[in-house]
């Protein structure tokens, strides 16, 4: 079974815009490893618009399924993660301003950034999952960068199977095929959601695990509506 990571920037999110601590993070996160959550994911950003640094020490003594940290390698992301000792870093080339992750990594022209970076990190027993495109040269680089595994970026698959094309899977079931010839673990993440993951995963042959947040959370919202509105009501008769 492919693995879910739920990745819950969306309720920092949600709890930074009214300041105090709801929702409480640390509870949504021990809540979903409780319902069946195989891991934890976050995203933390140097100016802290959603987790924020605290977050991600608070939550290491709570995560006891996978934690997974996110983020652009910069000095003090990688302080960070060396402190915490996630379960996986999966490093991601956004940009400080980046609203959210827009593309994979160039793994041939960081091959030499990116492979001092990993072996700092599986030094300190820290699983490594370098973000990338589904392009075969790309996934190549990652192999000779020396990662444990990679994280297949979907947005694109995700916008092609919204408007009906289900070929937009070949480039990721090609990549998925490469990755699984070099011994490259996959991931996989970003804008997949319950539309699409199931078609996702059948054609993406030993998928090891999903981080999913944006999606997962909204639909919750959707799901739990009428649930909370008639609790409401109940309350007010």
């Not at 593309?103 to 001092?116: C, M």
Request: avoid cysteine; glycine fraction near 6%.
């Amino acid at each position: 079974m492919t693995k879910l990571s739920v990745n819950i920037n969306k309720i920092a999110t949600l709890r930074n815009a009214r300041g105090g601590n709801v929702p409480d993070l640390l509870k949504v996160a021990a809540d979903i490893q409780k319902f069946g959550a195989q891991g934890i994911t976050i995203h933390p950003r140097p100016d802290e618009r959603h987790i924020r640094y605290q977050d991600a020490r608070d939550l290491k003594s709570i995560v006891y399924t996978e934690y997974n940290i996110e983020g652009n390698p910069e000095p003090k992301f990688i302080d960070l993660v060396l402190a915490i000792k996630p379960t996986q870093v999966t490093l991601v080339p956004d940009a400080d301003d980046a609203i959210t992750s827009n593309a994979g990594w160039n793994t041939i022209k960081h091959k030499d950034y990116l492979s001092e970076i990993v072996k700092e990190f599986q030094r300190n027993n820290i699983r490594t999952s370098i973000f990338v495109d589904p392009n075969l040269e790309m996934i190549e680089g990652a192999k000779a960068i020396g990662t444990e595994r990679i994280e297949l970026y979907t947005e694109a698959f995700a916008h092609e199977y919204g408007l009906g094309n289900k070929n937009g899977i070949d480039a990721y079931r090609n990549a998925a095929i490469l990755a699984n010839e070099l011994g490259l673990g996959i991931n996989a993440g970003h804008d997949l959601s319950q539309e699409n993951i199931a078609f996702f995963k059948q054609n993406i042959p030993n998928l090891l695990e999903v981080s999913i947040g944006h999606a997962l959370i909204s639909e919750a919202i959707y799901l739990g509506l009428d649930n909370v509105v008639n609790m409401y009501l109940n309350k007010l008769k």
